[in-house]
């Protein structure tokens, strides 16, 4: 069986090599459609919040069901007797150092993720590490009260729902005006999906990052 599996990863090496892609079109002239159809330089948040907003709009459905999966699997288990932290000034000044910059890539991938190469998903993701590494050198109590006090879980909540409106809207057929090319008011609701995505991905982050603190500990 070893040797039919050995066998068969040569043929599909051959086959890459010998058998070109099919591609009807050059694939410059379906960038610049795509650049021309959305309105923003970005050709990747054109496909991901236009062409494929039916499946954006999914993958923001899974995320969500994800984190209300985590809170559901976890509700019956003991909080950790035990949570290990990074107590020392060194950790402590790194971790702080990478959240901020962390924070500020997000900010900048949400807010110019439409002109250059990022978008909603990557600035959650940023979020999410800057969130991640101020949690592993804090207390937990002192961040699950931050998360309450700014009512985290309600904004991520308001941001879903804000998100699947303005998709609705935009897979309706109405489109705000795309602006000029390569300005940062331009591409309709692109910026604003973006936006809402990294803020959702963002708390979401910082929700399950709690979950598995309070649970399970960092180790």
Not at 180 to 201: D, F, Q, R, T, W
């Amino acid at each position: 069986m070893k040797w039919l599996y050995i066998l068969a990863g040569i043929a599909l090496f051959f086959k890459m090599l010998i058998i070109p892609n099919a591609i009807s079109e050059p694939l410059p002239a379906i960038v610049e459609w795509v650049v021309q159809d959305s309105g923003v330089p970005n050709a990747v948040s054109g496909i991901i919040f236009r062409n494929r907003l039916y499946d954006t709009v999914l993958e923001v459905v899974v995320f969500t069901v994800a984190i209300l999966g985590c809170s559901f699997l976890l509700a019956n288990e003991q909080p950790a007797p035990q949570i290990r932290q990074f107590t020392d000034q060194p950790s402590t000044v790194l971790a702080r150092l990478g959240a901020t910059i962390a924070a500020l890539v997000g900010i900048e991938l949400a807010i110019r993720g439409h002109l250059s190469p990022g978008g909603g998903f990557a600035a959650g993701v940023a979020g999410g590490t800057a969130i991640g590494l101020v949690a592993i050198t804090s207390s937990s109590d002192e961040m699950a009260l931050l998360y309450k006090r700014w009512q985290a879980a309600t904004w991520e909540k308001i941001s879903v729902l804000i998100f699947m409106l303005l998709a609705a809207v935009t897979l309706s057929g109405f489109e705000l005006p795309h602006g000029e090319l390569g300005a940062l008011l331009s591409g309709g609701m692109l910026p604003l999906l973006n936006i809402l995505v990294a803020i959702k991905v963002a708390l979401g982050s910082w929700a399950v990052i709690l979950l598995f603190i309070r649970y399970r500990g960092l180790l």
